[in-house]
């Protein structure tokens, strides 16, 4: 047994470090003085909701599998209580080096553009009267204190809810044993209150110590004796066996209601709250010494995005950037005519997403346009394209799959399935047991010459115009024949489980996706041993899957050069001799969350080109239904091969390189003779005009060891099937 831990152990490494490892890296971009000072701020706010989703989720899960009595090694060799002793060594070192980044690096630099977190103490007269003023009119009436007595037991804290903790002695039984009182912060103020300060100046006080100066005229019999900010973060996986549910809609429903008040796995309170304080509220949630995290400064730092919205400083956050619009080909007078002479490649969010919106739009008000269908796995809470939909159904078959579970949208999902349903439109919730992640969108016309054709959006990234101006995400518009009849397949199979036994040029998953890469893989390892070209390129969010890294080994081994760009965990090791030396990973953490999903296979010099919305994890190709597509126009692939992949290799700045050992390194320290290039910099300034293509430098990789094929064969493409 120790043995085969040991193995797993060389081949893999663990998912939760390389997680911690992906947040350590955004809060690098926290700390490095070269991002904008409110720049930094959000990147600090994004760890800790990072953080909280990550504890909430993971790490409750390894707490449940434990209770459950799971034992068995994961990927990494280590069992559940291992991964779980380990992860939670690491949050506390991570916690602490947060606050080091919020107290010494920020709060310093912030103080130096006069935007000021002040204490009580610090207050002048004025600021004083206003914050007196504002309790008394915006915050006391939503304040209800609470002590714990045999009479009024210990209340139901909410999920993340931050509240203050009060050890309480009453005044006329001073022999009274001390009380614990408890008043929750309402969730519908900011954490930070703005205070009157010059012009150009910012000044705020805490809510929470706001709350804290008036807690005497709260707890009027008793004396404070001391009082703590506080926030317990609770399990919030959802448990129900869906087969069973009756109504699926109504199951999660009830799911989040409960979510809000599950088991508790993690109490942060303030560096130097009382002892006693401290105890009782371990105590009472039930938790380990080891479950007590605490920090100095704001409780919640994920609220400290509240500073990057309110603080109108324009020079401390990046310049504005307009994504490049797109023009239609003269010659048409719609889209659906440049569709039927050409695909359409649009790179997010360095081209507006507006053409994907406006293609719904379009396809709602288009009386030619008989049918539509849709998948939503997340959108913005006023999303035009859903509205269109509505607009639809009024004279067109209209359908729309709606994933219920995607994680925290669950509830404004049920609102999007309701209204829809209300509206007339025909809502189905996917394959059972499977959720719906896939991003389709079709419409079915009757073109001006007579002739029905398909038109369809196939992305990698969620039906959302908020979120696209700050995810890289890739769109394909196209009415390529065979493309769009197999997404009308993939729709039969999302609303009757009607499945075929081929889904190409498509990849589906659960159905054909998996075993597809994995041909996909063994094809470029033929063509290494004949000598012919063989590269793989993959970008994706994350790389667990045991099966694909086996086979990326394998073609490492084989000849095959393989660049993966992950940007967060990957368990794959690479540049381990003998196992992985032809294999470089890299991960870029910037300005845009790195979203998009990319394939690239050399093919002997017959390249093909994938994108999709799977990553290589086993949850995408087993568990959900994810549809991965080719990219077959002439022009868009060579926006692919000659600009996406070359600037995301190129990039010196923002990438950090994947070590043997499990480290992340900036690219620019290992790669030292690299030009300094930042991926993301050069793409939104190639969309505005002000560079070209000649300015990617060429990548600088570590040297593979020596590879002498056995033979050498005439270039060709080898089928993958």
């Known amino acids: 047994m120790a043995g085969k831990a040991a193995k797993k152990q060389r081949l893999f490494n663990g998912r939760d470090t390389s997680w911690m490892q992906f947040n350590r890296r ?96 610090e207050l002048d007269h004025e600021a004083h009267e206003f914050a007196q003023s504002f309790f008394q009119r915006e915050v006391d009436p939503l304040l209800t204190p609470i002590s714990i007595d045999p009479a009024h037991p210990f209340p139901r804290v909410l999920n993340k809810a931050l509240c203050l903790a009060l050890l309480l002695r009453p005044k006329r039984r001073s022999s009274s044993p001390q009380v614990l009182g408890v008043v929750t912060v309402p969730r519908a103020l900011p954490r930070f209150v703005r205070l009157p300060a010059d012009d150009n100046c910012y000044d705020y006080l805490l809510l929470q110590d706001l709350i804290a100066q008036n807690l005497a005229g709260m707890y009027r019999g008793y004396e404070v ?240 115009p908020v979120t696209a101006r700050f995810y890289t995400d890739l769109s394909l518009l196209t009415s390529d024949p065979q493309i769009t009849e197999r997404v009308h397949m993939v729709f039969n199979y999302l609303t009757a489980h009607a499945e075929i036994d081929d889904y190409r040029p498509l990849l589906v998953a659960p159905l054909t996706m998996a075993e597809s890469f994995l041909r996909l893989i063994r094809r470029e390892m033929e063509h290494a041993r004949e000598g012919r070209q063989a590269h793989i390129i993959a970008k994706m969010n994350a790389l667990l899957e045991p099966s694909v890294i086996e086979a990326l080994y394998a073609a490492s081994q084989a000849g095959v050069e393989v660049d993966l760009i992950i940007r967060g965990v990957c368990t794959l090791r690479p540049g381990v001799k003998g196992l992985s030396d032809r294999i470089r990973v890299r991960s870029i953490v910037g300005r845009f969350l790195e979203h998009s999903r990319i394939f690239h296979f050399a093919n002997g010099g017959d390249d093909e080109i994938y994108m999709g919305s799977a990553d290589w994890m086993p949850r995408n190709l087993f568990e959900r239904c994810e549809v991965v597509f080719p990219v077959r126009d ?57 560079t070209d293509l000649n300015a990617i430098p060429l990548p600088v990789t570590p040297k593979p060891a020596a590879h002498r094929p056995a033979k050498r064969a005439p270039r060709k493409a080898v089928a993958a099937d």
């Open 26 to 121: 955004v809060l690098e971009e926290a700390e490095d003085s070269a991002n904008p000072l409110l720049e930094r701020v959000k990147f600090l706010a994004i760890t800790g909701s990072n953080l909280d989703e990550y504890v909430e989720i993971r790490q409750a899960g390894l707490m449940q599998r434990i209770e459950d009595g799971y034992r068995e090694p994961g990927f990494d060799g280590l069992r559940p209580e291992e991964s779980l002793t380990a992860l939670t060594a690491d949050i506390h070192g991570f916690v602490d080096a947060q606050y080091a980044c919020w107290n010494h690096r920020l709060l310093p630099e912030l103080r130096k553009q006069n935007i000021r977190l002040l204490e009580w103490n």
């Open 225 to 464: 004796l001391a009082h703590a900010a506080f926030r317990v973060t609770r399990n919030s996986n959802l448990y129900f066996e869906e087969e069973e549910a009756r109504s699926l809609l109504e199951t999660i429903r009830v799911e989040l209601h409960n979510r809000r008040k599950g088991d508790a796995v993690r109490l942060e309170i303030e560096t130097g709250a009382h002892p006693d304080i401290v105890e009782r509220l371990r105590v009472n949630f039930e938790l380990e010494e080891d479950q007590v995290f605490r920090g100095e400064g704001p409780v919640n730092l994920s609220r400290v995005m509240y500073l990057y919205s309110d603080i109108q400083r324009p020079d401390l956050k990046y310049p504005p950037f307009t994504p490049r619009a797109l023009h239609l080909s003269r010659k048409a007078t719609n889209i659906f005519e440049d569709l039927r002479t050409r695909d359409i490649l649009l790179h997010h969010p360095y081209d507006s997403y507006d053409p994907v919106v406006s293609f719904i739009e379009q396809g709602a008000q288009d009386s030619a346009v008989v049918s539509m269908k849709q998948t939503l796995y997340r959108t913005s809470e006023n999303s035009p394209m859903f509205q269109a939909l509505i607009d639809a159904a009024a004279n067109k078959e209209t359908t729309l799959v709606v994933e219920l579970m995607a994680r925290f949208d669950e509830a404004s999902n049920i609102r999007w399935a309701r209204s829809m349903e209300d509206a007339g439109v025909q809502v189905f919730h996917g394959v059972v047991g499977l959720k719906t992640h896939c991003k389709l969108a079709m419409l079915v016309r009757r073109d001006e010459d007579g002739v029905t054709r398909r038109y369809c959006h196939l992305g990698t990234g969620n039906y959302n």
């Open 634 to 690: 002439a022009a868009a692939r060579a926006r692919v091969h000659d600009e996406i992949l070359p600037a995301l290799l190129a990039d010196t700045i923002k990438a950090r390189l994947l070590q043997p050992d499990g480290a992340y390194v900036r690219a620019c320290k290992v790669l030292k003779d690299a030009a300094p290039f930042s991926s993301q910099d050069f793409l939104m300034q190639l969309a505005e005009g002000k």
